[in-house]
């Protein structure tokens, strides 16, 4: 049981390039969601999904899109990245939407150049 | 709009030394007030849920209790292997698992 998996876990861009980060549950969860962590800043909630096929937007979605088409998968794209969005990235995932215990993959540490 | 701070920024104890960090938090309906444990490049750790006034949770040294306006999460004879940013966060009421997140205390335990 690997619980949330995010890949990759270091990547480096320059300003203006496109990318994804991946994230991956087996436990079968509903809910889906992406945080990014700065200094001095809590994690802020970006996209989140309740189910295969539904998303909506967080906090900080700007710059950032993401889609659902398995329970299991919750890609989050940047289309053309910019250096503000240096950060380090959550992927999460919880059983139901609501108060049910929200599980955190390792992180994915992102530096635009 | 919900809002959560946590208390000291930063916290170093010596080993055996008790302490407590606080978390206040503003939120309309609380549906539950999460602790997280969190080490350097690591994703946050799941620790407690408390969802009501007067609920408290334990684990091995570690206590967390609730009220209206604050958690406390209380650490009692801390060993080295306890240093770690604790995180704080709440959930408010009908909005599907979203987190706001504190900024964390982080706490180093010597011997």
């Known amino acids: 049981n690997a619980g949330v998996t995010q890949t990759p876990k270091f990547q480096v861009l320059k300003t203006g390039q496109s990318m994804t980060l991946q994230c991956a549950q087996d436990?079968?969860?509903?809910?889906m969601s992406w945080y990014r962590q700065d200094p001095g800043m809590g994690l802020r909630l970006i996209h989140y999904?309740?189910?295969?096929?539904?998303?909506d937007q967080g906090e900080v979605p700007n710059g950032y899109n993401v889609s659902r088409s398995t329970t299991e998968d919750f890609p989050l794209r940047l289309l053309s990245a910019a250096p503000s969005q240096t950060s380090v990235y959550f992927c999460?995932?919880?059983?139901?939407?609501?108060?049910?215990?929200?599980?955190f993959g390792e992180g994915s540490w992102l530096t635009v150049v | 709009e919900d809002q959560v701070t946590q208390s000291p920024e930063a916290l170093r104890l010596q080993e055996g030394e008790s302490s407590s960090l606080n978390c206040s938090y503003t939120?309309?309906?609380?549906?539950?007030l999460f602790w997280y444990r969190q080490d350097p490049g690591k994703g946050p750790e799941f620790l407690f849920t408390?969802?009501?006034a007067g609920e408290e949770k334990e684990k091995e040294r570690l206590k967390a209790t609730l009220t209206k306006k604050e958690s406390f999460l209380h650490i009692t004879a801390p060993k080295p292997e306890d240093s770690a940013t604790y995180l704080c966060?709440?959930?408010?009421?009908?909005?599907?698992?979203?987190?706001?997140f504190g900024t964390g205390t982080r706490l180093q335990v010597t011997l």
């Open positions: 999460a995932s919880s059983r139901g939407v609501s108060g049910n215990t929200i599980y």
């Open positions: 436990m079968n969860h509903e809910y």
């Open positions: 999904s309740v189910g295969a096929g539904i998303t």
């Open positions: 939120v309309s309906g609380l549906r539950g």
């Open positions: 408390l969802y009501s």
């Open positions: 966060a709440v959930q408010e009421a009908g909005t599907a698992s979203k987190l706001t």
